[in-house]
């Protein structure tokens, strides 16, 4: 493992947000959904999450997500995903959200 500075760290710009609205993404190579969230005071941003197999639709609205603002815009099939969903990997694979243990400002950074 190579190691960073804090400075390097810091660079990532790790923030809190609340998940509006989740939508289903068939145009996607892996299933995933298309989530928007409010960020605060960095705005509401849309992200492709390949996270159906622990969670449902209706589960992720008013749920805060921990997202990367600062990775340059990818486009996924017909979609543009403005941030990167942060999760960990199940023991199969399967995306597990970074959990925020209480509710925080939209737009609170990781620290």
């Known amino acids: ?5 804090w400075s ?4 990532v710009c790790l923030k809190v947000g609340t998940v509006l609205d989740v939508l289903d993404f068939p145009e ?10 409010d960020f605060g ?3 509401i941003k849309w992200s492709s999450a390949q ?7 209706d589960d992720l ?10 990775f340059p815009k ?3 099939a017909n ?17 597990v959200l970074t959990a925020v243990e209480r509710q925080v400002p939209n737009g609170s950074s990781l620290i």
């Open 41 to 43: 005071e960095y705005g």
């Open 28 to 37: 996607a190579k892996k299933p995933a959904f298309k989530l928007k969230v």
């Open 1 to 5: 493992m190579e190691e960073i500075s």
């Open 8 to 11: 390097d760290f810091e660079k």
């Open 74 to 76: 990818k486009q996924i």
């Open 79 to 95: 979609f543009i995903s403005e941030f990167l969903v942060t999760g960990f990997s199940d023991q199969d694979g399967h995306i």
């Open 51 to 57: 996270i159906t197999k622990h969670y449902k639709k």
């Open 61 to 70: 609205i008013g749920r805060q997500v921990v997202g990367v603002l600062n």
